[in-house]
């Protein structure tokens, strides 16, 4: 009998109505169109304004889509996890605050914060309260609200990020289809390289970090750049030599929306064809732990029953990662 497996049954996303253009950002900073298209692939981003909204409800809009779509009531869910950076508040975390909001009433749940890789590393831990037949309904969440962290006078950042949400529902599977491997890693000693540099027990805020503008997110672009198109297509190959497999066994392959850039070399060294690479960067730029459940949301009526999938990603710790997944139906 074949091993039970996590099979997302489920993909939802949601994002906010209004759109940060790139005609909107050449009044904000000295930018152009054509820089941020060339250099990114991205022509605008979503941007959450809505009164009173953070992570947690982007999260509960997808979270209310993916069990009308999938039939279910929120009393069924037994766990969800958030993947995001922007937790509605330091503590608690978002995930409780989303069994609230949408009425999982039987469920616990928790963040993890991995920046970008953050849906892989939650959709991974979600994988294995399902694989052990601990648990038999768990929603994984990757969501941020960027717009909260982004300085908008900084060139370098605000041209990438928006919001969004994304969520999967993971059930049991006996047929061999789900989470079948993943690669994950992490380097420390990348952690200056993106990140806020306020905000935390390191450097709580003061009027002076407010001043000096350290709650927003920083990165060195070109070094991040050269990081993420190494470890994605590193660990993607690992990935798929570990299940004695090539690029040519796999029918997608859904890389985090960083920079279209980074997502056609990491194409072009793995010799696999841009047609099957899920792409949504041009409307919603850089979601952070959004990125990989918005692309199957998209993509979900492309998917077949069988189809091989690698997702893999990129972010802030530094995190990375390639996960192997057989989809369910
Ligand atoms: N508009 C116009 N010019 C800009 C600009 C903007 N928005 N941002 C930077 N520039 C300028 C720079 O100041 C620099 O000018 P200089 O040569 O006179 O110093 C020039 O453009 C080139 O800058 P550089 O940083 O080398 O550009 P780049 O080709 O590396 O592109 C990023 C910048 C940020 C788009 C790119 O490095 C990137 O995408 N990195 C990865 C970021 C990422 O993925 N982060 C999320 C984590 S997964």
Redesign the pocket.
């Given at each position: 009998m074949a091993k039970t497996r996590a099979a997302i049954t489920g993909v939802h996303g949601w994002v906010p109505e209004t759109r940060l253009t790139n005609a909107d950002l050449e009044k904000m900073?000295?930018?152009n169109d054509e820089?941020?298209y060339t250099?990114?692939g991205i022509k605008e981003r979503r941007i959450l304004k809505t009164e009173g909204w953070a992570t947690s409800d982007m999260c509960a809009e997808a979270v209310k889509g993916l069990l009308e779509k999938t039939g279910n009531s929120p009393e069924d869910i037994d766990m969800i996890i958030v993947a995001t950076v922007t937790a509605d508040m330091v503590f608690p975390d978002t995930a409780n605050t989303v069994c609230d909001k949408i009425g999982a009433v039987n469920a616990f749940g928790y963040d993890i914060n991995a920046a970008?890789s953050g849906f892989l590393f939650a959709l991974s831990t979600g994988a294995q309260f399902v694989q052990n037949e601990t648990y038999r309904k768990v929603i994984v969440v990757g969501s941020d609200m960027m717009s909260s962290i982004i300085d908008y006078t900084d060139?370098?950042t605000c041209?990438?990020f928006g919001d969004g949400a994304g969520a999967v529902l993971l059930e049991p599977n006996y047929e061999d289809h789900g989470v079948m491997d993943f690669v994950l890693r992490g380097d420390g000693s990348g952690r200056h390289l993106?990140h806020m540099k306020a905000g935390g027990s390191l450097k709580p805020a003061t009027h002076e970090t407010v001043e000096n503008r350290e709650h927003f997110a920083y990165?060195d672009?070109?070094k991040?750049?050269a990081h993420?198109v190494k470890g994605m297509s590193t660990t993607t190959e690992e990935v798929l030599r570990r299940n004695n497999m090539t690029a040519d066994d796999l029918q997608w392959i859904v890389p985090?929306q960083?920079?279209m850039r980074?997502i056609s070399t990491v194409a072009e060294y793995l010799k696999f064809p841009m047609e099957r690479v899920m792409v949504n960067i041009e409307k919603y730029g850089?979601t952070t732990a959004g990125t990989l459940p918005l692309c199957l949301w998209e993509y979900e009526s492309q998917l077949k029953k069988g189809d091989n999938l690698v997702l893999t990603a990129?972010?802030?710790g530094f995190t990375w990662g390639a996960l192997y997944l057989k989809w369910a139906y």
């Open positions: 900073v000295d930018t820089w941020i250099r990114t970008c060139r370098n041209i990438i993106l990165q672009g070109r991040v750049y993420a985090h960083a920079n980074i850089n990129f972010g802030g």
